[in-house]
C-alpha cells in the first residue's frame, strides 16, 4: 500500500530537548516536504527537499533542521524545541506528472507536538 | 495581501444541497490549482486537480479563472459525509514543490 508514515504520532516534550520526527514513503518519490498547521493560519511549509542530499528552506524553517540521505526517509530536527513549536506536523511527498505538469501530493497521517 | 486567502465559513448546508466555494490567489504566475479535503485532525487528502477548462468528479466540479484569479469548487446533492475542510493550493509550476495554501474553508452538512 502506498503511504507516508511518521512517528511518533504523538509526542509531548520540555524546552531544550531535542527530538526527531521521522518521515517515511514507500513511492520513490524524489520530492518531501514537512509542514505544520496552527489555528487560524493553515499549513505552512518548513523544509523541502527535491531529492536526496538536497533541501531548502520553506516558509517558516526557524528553529528546525532537516536530512535526507535516502530517498524514502527525510526527518525532521528540533535541536531545542520551544513553546512556539507546538503544533500539529505533517510529512509530505509528491509524485510529478509531466504530462500534466502537476505534483499531487501524499500527506502523512501526521504528529501532535506538544512542548512544555 | 495572503497569497491565497478563501472565506473560513463555515458553510452549513442541509443535505442535498448544492454549494459552492471560491479561492482568490495572487500570483498571476501560479500554474497548479488543486482543492484538498481536510478531515478533522486527519492529514488533508487531494479532492481533485483544477484544469483550465474546468473538470468534473461525480458531484464536485473545479473551475478555474485566470483572468480574475480564482478558482472554485462545487458540491452538488450534499452529503453528510461531504462535511470537512476543504483546502484550495496554489503553486507556481508543476515541479516547483512550493504549493501555498488556503486556510481551508469549513463545511458542515446537516441532515
Known amino acids: 500500500e502506498a503511504q507516508v508514515t511518521q512517528n511518533p504520532r504523538y509526542l509531548i516534550t520540555v524546552t531544550g530537548k531535542k527530538l526527531t520526527v521521522t518521515c517515511s514513503q514507500n513511492m520513490n518519490h524524489e520530492y518531501m516536504s514537512w509542514y505544520r498547521q496552527d489555528p487560524g493560519l493553515g499549513l505552512r511549509q518548513i523544509y523541502y527537499?527535491?531529492?536526496?542530499?538536497?533541501?531548502d528552506k520553506g516558509d517558516v524553517p526557524e528553529g528546525y533542521k532537516v536530512s535526507r540521505k535516502e530517498k524514502r526517509n527525510f526527518p525532521l530536527i528540533l535541536e531545542s524545541p520551544s513553546p512556539n513549536q507546538t503544533s500539529l506536523y505533517f510529512c509530505?511527498?509528491?509524485?510529478?506528472?509531466?504530462?500534466?505538469?502537476?505534483?499531487?501530493?501524499?500527506f502523512g497521517p501526521g504528529t501532535r507536538l506538544l512542548v512544555l | 495581501r495572503k497569497e491565497v486567502e478563501q472565506d473560513p465559513g463555515p458553510f452549513n448546508v442541509p443535505e442535498g444541497a448544492t454549494v459552492a466555494f471560491n479561492c482568490t490567489y495572487s500570483?498571476?504566475?501560479?500554474?497548479?490549482f488543486f482543492w484538498y479535503r481536510q478531515d478533522c485532525r486527519k492529514e488533508p487528502k487531494l479532492l481533485m486537480s483544477v484544469y483550465s477548462s474546468g473538470n468534473e468528479d461525480g458531484r464536485f466540479t473545479a473551475q478555474l479563472n485566470r483572468a480574475s484569479q480564482y478558482i472554485s469548487l462545487l458540491i452538488r446533492d450534499s452529503k453528510l459525509s461531504d462535511s470537512a475542510t476543504y483546502l484550495c493550493v496554489v503553486s507556481l509550476s508543476g515541479g516547483s514543490y512550493i504549493p501555498t495554501f488556503g486556510r481551508g474553508t469549513s463545511l458542515i452538512v446537516h441532515p
Open positions: 500570483n498571476s504566475a501560479s500554474q497548479s
Open positions: 527537499s527535491m531529492n536526496v542530499e538536497v533541501t
Open positions: 509530505a511527498s509528491s509524485s510529478y506528472d509531466r504530462g500534466r505538469d502537476q505534483e499531487t501530493q501524499y
